[in-house]
Every structure is written in C-alpha cells, then in structure tokens.
C-alpha cells in the first residue's frame, strides 16, 4: 500500500483518470475545471480521455494547479 494515497502512474490514461476523479468530486464542469486549471476545456477532455500526445508542460501545470504533487523515483 502506498502512504496518503501515493499510487504509481505510469501512463497519461491514469494521470487524465486522477483529474477526472478530482474535477468529479470537486462537482465541477470540464469547462470550470479547465479554467481553474489554466487550460482550455479542449485540452482538459483529450487529458481526461488519455490522450498520448498531450503537451507535458500544460499536463504538469494543470496537475499541480489541481493540488498534485509530482515524485519521480527509482523502483
């Protein structure tokens, strides 16, 4: 099990799962969430649907912006 929810992520689908999940929970709209994150609702869908070719700097900023906290590791 991973301490306070840590969980490896090893794939844009599960980073666009996380969002969704918190945009979900948060009850917000893609478009309020979008915009609270600083990106444009088009962008927030193709992240939210794993979209491969996603722009990693938008995808890093939208992650933090939404209260995530990246940790990179060596297994």
């Not at 700097?57 to 060596?74: H, N, P, T």
């Amino acid at each position: 099990m991973y301490p306070s929810g840590n969980m490896p992520v090893q794939t844009v689908q599960e980073i666009g799962q996380l969002l969704r999940d918190e945009r979900k929970a948060r009850g917000m709209t893609q478009a309020d969430f979008a915009m609270m994150l600083g990106v444009g609702r088009r962008f927030l869908i193709d992240l939210e649907r794993g979209k491969e070719t996603v722009e990693a700097g938008k995808m890093l900023s939208a992650l933090a912006q939404a209260g995530f906290v990246l940790r990179l590791g060596k297994e």
